[in-house]
Structure formats: C-alpha cells, structure tokens
C-alpha cells in the first residue's frame, strides 16, 4: 500500500523537522475462503508513519520509532485523573 503523504513531523530528540510517510486511519478486509463459504470481515487500521534518519541530531529511523511510540502512551496519573472526571472510581476496576 502506498503512502498517502509525505508529512514534515518534530524530531522527539532535538526538536528538528524530519520528512515521514504517513498512513491515515482505515478500514481493510479479510476474505477467508473454504470450500463450503467464504467470509469477508472488516477491520480497523490505525494511522501509521515511516521515518527516516534524522539528519540534525543523527539518530536512527529505530530510535525515532521507538521514542514516537513511547510519546503517544498516555501516564497512568493522567489515565486515572480522566477516570475520575468522567466520573468513574478506577480503585473498583479490575
């Protein structure tokens, strides 16, 4: 599948700009086949990005990765604080 744009994102280690191919959120199927019937289900893709290098600080496409994911996890203590809010008691929950 080819990517949709090319899109200029923050470097999460020195702040610069670094070009990155970006998937928007889709839908995809899955067509399983047997003798008898075949099936197509449906399921949901989240938004994806390829990095490069980053040419001002030098880290890797892998580091970029790992640290975009890390950033995008919300802290427990903000998890609960939202729980709360929404009126939930998160010490009931299992």
Do not use: N, Q
């Not at 970006?22 to 086949?33: A, F, G, I, L, M």
């Not at 075949?38 to 030098?58: D, Q």
Request: proline share 9%; with cysteine.
């Amino acid at each position: 599948m080819d990517p949709i744009a090319d899109k200029e994102v923050e470097c999460p280690f020195c702040g610069g700009k670094i070009k990155a191919k970006y998937w928007p959120p889709s839908v995809e199927t899955h067509t399983s086949r047997c003798a008898a019937k075949s099936h197509t289900g449906w399921h949901r893709v989240p938004e994806r990005y390829f990095f490069v290098s980053c040419p001002h600080c030098g880290k890797s496409r892998k580091d970029i990765e790992k640290k975009w994911k890390e950033g995008k996890e919300p802290s427990r203590e903000d998890v609960i604080k939202r729980m709360r809010e929404a009126g939930l008691d998160p010490t009931k929950l299992k």
